[in-house]
C-alpha cells in the first residue's frame, strides 16, 4: 500500500512539473516575429509589440504627449540605445513650436538640453558610420514669430549628450540648401556644404565641424551636391513597392494587390478603413511581414494623414494601428535588432 501510495506521489509531483513546464514554455513571446514601434496618438509614447500584437509594452508615455499628429526625426541611434524625434506642439496654434523628444531605449528621457530649444523646424541625421553622435540643424525662434537664425549641433548621445561642436548662422533655415553631411569620425570631423537660395545668392561654402569645437566656413566655389529637403509635410503616393529581396511587388491602392513574383500568384491584401488613394509600405527586411500607410488625397497636391496596418505576406494577418503622419521614421518602423528590451 506504501509502495502504491509512493508511486502515486511520484505521478503527481512529475505531472505538476510538466505542467507548469508547458505553462512556463508557453508565456514565452514568439521570437520568429520581429518587433514594430509606433506612436500612439490615444496613449501617447511608443508601442513595441510583435506584429500579432503580442508581447505589447509601452515607453516613454510621460515623455511623448498624446494628440500629436506624427512624429519626425531619426529614429533609432546605431547602437539602438536611444531614440530622437521632433513634433509640433499640440497645445500651439499657428505656425507652432517643435518639441524635441529624446529617449533611452527603456523611455527615460536623455540629453535635456534639447528639450530647451524654441524652434520650427529641426533636421536631425545620426552618424552614418555606427556612433551615437546626432547632427541637429534647427532655427531658433522667439515669441512664435521672430526667427533668429539657424543653429547647427554635433551631440554625443554616448557620453552624456556632450556638445562636441556648434556652428550658427544668420540664415532662416528654410531660405539655404545643405549637402549631404560626410561623417569623417577617423578624422573627427562632419563636413558639409551651403548654399544660399535668398540673399546672399550665388555663394557656396564647406562647413567643417571638429569635434574638439573649432569649426570653418569656407567659401568654395560652385559644387554640385543634392539639396536636403528639412520636412515634408506631404507624402507622394505611391501604387507600387517592391520587397526588400524583389520577391514580392505591391501595386495598386483599393484594392491592393501583392504577387509573388515567383509563383506569379497573386493576392489582395487587407484594406484600411479609411484612406483609398495613397499608399505606402514599410517591409521587414525577411519580407514576411510590412507596415502599411494608407490616406486620402488632399485638395492641391499630397495625402492627408494616413492610417497604419501592419500584415504579412499571405495577407492573413490584419491589424489597425490609429494615425500617423508620413515621414517615417520614426513615427512606424521594426524594431532594430540590436534594442534591448527590458524584460515585462
Known amino acids: 500500500m506504501k509502495n502504491i501510495t509512493r508511486l502515486a506521489t511520484i505521478l503527481l509531483i ?44 509601452q515607453i516613454a508615455a510621460d515623455v511623448i504627449p498624446p494628440n500629436l499628429s506624427g512624429l519626425i526625426g531619426p529614429a533609432w541611434s546605431p547602437s539602438g540605445k536611444y531614440f530622437v524625434a521632433f513634433a509640433k506642439d499640440p497645445v500651439q496654434t499657428g505656425i507652432g513650436n517643435r518639441t524635441a523628444y529624446a529617449i533611452d531605449s527603456n523611455g527615460q528621457k536623455v540629453v535635456l538640453s534639447l528639450y530647451e530649444v524654441a524652434t520650427k523646424y529641426f533636421f536631425t541625421e545620426w552618424s552614418l558610420t555606427g ?22 549641433w554635433l551631440i554625443d548621445f554616448e557620453h552624456n549628450g556632450k556638445l562636441l561642436a556648434e556652428f550658427a548662422t544668420s540664415y532662416d533655415i528654410g531660405i539655404f540648401d545643405l549637402s549631404t553631411i560626410n561623417w569623417d569620425i577617423a578624422n573627427q570631423k562632419v563636413q558639409f556644404y551651403l548654399a544660399a537660395n535668398a540673399y546672399d545668392f550665388g555663394s557656396h561654402y564647406r562647413i567643417t565641424m571638429h569635434f574638439d569645437g573649432t569649426t570653418l566656413r569656407e567659401p568654395v566655389a560652385l559644387e554640385a551636391f543634392i539639396p536636403r529637403n528639412f520636412e515634408s509635410n506631404n507624402h507622394v503616393s505611391e501604387s507600387y513597392s517592391v520587397s526588400p529581396q524583389g520577391t514580392y511587388e505591391a501595386h495598386g491602392y483599393h484594392p491592393s494587390l501583392l504577387t509573388d513574383i515567383r509563383t506569379n500568384q497573386t493576392i489582395e491584401l487587407p484594406n484600411h478603413s479609411q484612406g483609398k488613394s495613397c499608399r505606402s509600405y514599410l517591409w521587414t527586411e525577411d519580407e514576411k511581414y510590412m507596415i502599411t500607410l494608407d490616406g486620402t488625397l488632399v485638395a492641391g497636391h499630397g495625402c492627408g494623414d494616413p492610417v497604419l496596418g501592419v500584415t504579412n505576406s499571405q495577407g492573413s494577418l490584419w491589424r489597425e494601428l490609429g494615425n500617423c503622419s508620413w515621414v517615417a521614421p520614426p513615427c512606424a518602423g521594426w524594431l532594430p535588432q540590436n534594442i534591448e528590451l527590458a524584460p515585462k
Open 131 to 152: 556612433e551615437d553622435i546626432l547632427l541637429v540643424v534647427g532655427n531658433h525662434v522667439q515669441n512664435n514669430s521672430i526667427e533668429l537664425g539657424t543653429f547647427f
Open 14 to 57: 512529475i505531472f505538476v512539473l510538466g505542467s507548469s513546464t508547458s505553462l512556463s514554455v508557453q508565456a514565452q513571446p514568439d521570437i520568429t516575429q520581429p518587433y514594430l514601434y509606433y506612436y500612439s496618438q490615444l496613449l501617447g509614447g511608443l508601442i513595441i509589440e510583435h506584429p500579432d500584437g503580442t508581447d505589447t509594452r
